[in-house]
């Protein structure tokens, strides 16, 4: 038998392996996803458009990206849940993710259409693989550190995140230095260390982290696809008995579609009304390193506050967020809020994810996290859809970053009707059932 010792090592290594793909995946939220590719879209894939067509067509691509997650992540996390392979279907959609970032290389002046189109599968297979990845949490984590485990990976993600950016930014302001010819090919090399960066830093997850058990239910098809239909449909009909998970998600939904659009939105809105690339960049940088320890902080304010309680208060920074957004002029204001945003974009982000994962039964977790993503991938299609539409009306995204509002209010709102302790309390009530407490 091994010791104690030994079985802590254990666990430890097997939270270290899982945390660290967070570190691997982050680099696409960073440079390709925040400040990389959204200037390269604007300057030089979209040379042919208007800043404000560029802006409005970045949104969209977001929005087919999200779209298609959107419909496909429910029935994919029923068949992991099914066939015990939430690893390899992790695998498989990072490998599409890496794939398609690394073909971002080939993307030149005026290559909007061929730029979106590999955004949009690249996207789909980030967004994809962290389905899965979330999907292991509960199984990873002790129950009394899950909240502590979730703001880890987004701490490392920062981390990892940032260290590559901090290298492509060096590459792309001085590219000579580098034997570079210039910053646009600073730029697609910088889509092609992502690819790099992702794939290597992802090994330690699947070397490390064991595949849950699968959970066949009475009644349930052998074939994998078939049966995640079935228990796709199963969870519709049942889901007035997860009640509390319900109103979470339709909460999330609301809150996370100000969150994603800020993210996604925030360097082409900023070129858009003026703001240098020094600014814009140098805050996307800055909000990387100073979200790591904010990461931490609301991982202990959660032990004292609740975890619902804590992303409240991120959802009261946001809204002040939103609000500052329409006002902003110079450089000085996007710093500002880009401080602002470090505050809490971690803490918030991770304190759901770990609430839901108390919340699903762990039979059930990729199926349910499947769920939850639809939730992060529907709100990242009405945002950038609703933030391009404003935008080409208007003439200006000002008004668009304003309306995030109503989205942290309403959101915040009906979070505050989550009983916490009654979902937690069912999905424990389930887990004993099914041997799997």
């Not at 109103?247 to 659009?261: P, Q, R, S």
């Not at 009654?422 to 407490?437: F, K």
Request: hydrophobic share 50%; glycine share 12%; net charge positive.
């Amino acid at each position: 038998m091994r010791s104690q010792r030994d079985v802590s090592r254990t666990h430890a290594q097997i939270v270290n392996a899982w945390c660290m793909y967070d570190w691997a995946n982050s680099a696409f939220a960073t440079t390709i996803m925040a400040a990389v590719l959204p200037t390269f879209y604007s300057a030089v894939a979209g040379a042919t458009l208007t800043p404000v067509q560029a802006s409005s067509r970045w949104g969209y691509t977001n929005t087919i990206a999200m779209l298609l997650v959107a419909f496909a992540a429910p029935i994919l996390g029923a068949m992991a849940d099914h066939s015990g392979a939430k690893k390899r279907f992790l695998g498989g959609f990072a490998g599409l993710g890496i794939l398609f970032t690394a073909l971002l290389l080939l993307v030149s002046t005026g290559d909007w259409l061929l730029a979106s189109a590999l955004y949009i599968l690249g996207r789909i297979g980030f967004a994809g693989a962290n389905i899965f990845y979330d999907s292991l949490l509960p199984h990873i984590a002790y129950p009394d550190e899950i909240d502590q485990v979730s703001t880890k990976g987004y701490a490392l993600g920062y981390l990892g995140g940032g260290l590559l950016l901090v290298v492509n930014l060096a590459w792309i302001m001085k590219p000579a230095w580098f034997g570079l010819p210039n910053a646009e090919i600073a730029s697609r090399l910088s889509f092609l260390s992502v690819a790099i960066w992702w794939m290597v830093f992802s090994i330690p997850l699947f070397r490390w982290v064991p595949e849950p058990p699968c959970v066949h239910e009475r009644g349930e098809s052998a074939n994998p696809v078939r049966a995640g239909f079935q228990r796709l449909g199963r969870t519709f009909r049942e889901i007035r008995r997860y009640r509390e998970l319900f109103k979470f998600l339709v909460a999330f939904w609301l809150y996370n579609d100000g969150i994603g659009t800020i993210i996604t939105m925030a360097v082409i809105f900023g070129a858009e009304i003026g703001i240098g690339d020094t600014d814009l960049i140098g805050a996307i940088l800055a909000v990387q390193f100073l979200g790591i320890p904010f990461s931490f902080a609301f991982g202990r304010l959660a032990r004292r506050l609740g975890t619902k309680r804590s992303i409240m208060l991120a959802l009261g920074v946001y809204t002040v967020i939103a609000i500052g957004g329409y006002f902003m002029q110079t450089g000085l204001h996007f710093w500002i809020l880009a401080l602002l945003v470090a505050t809490v974009q971690g803490g918030s982000q991770a304190l759901s994810r770990s609430l839901f994962g108390r919340m699903a039964p762990k039979g059930k977790t990729a199926e349910f996290f499947g769920f939850y993503d639809v939730s992060s991938k529907f709100a990242g299609i009405v945002g950038p859809a609703l933030f391009g539409l404003v935008g080409q009306v208007t003439g200006s995204s000002r008004l668009s970053i304003v309306s995030l509002v109503l989205f942290f209010i309403s959101g915040g709102g009906l979070l505050l009707w989550v009983d916490e302790q009654e979902g937690i309390r069912l999905a424990d009530e389930e887990n004993r059932a099914a041997g799997l407490a």
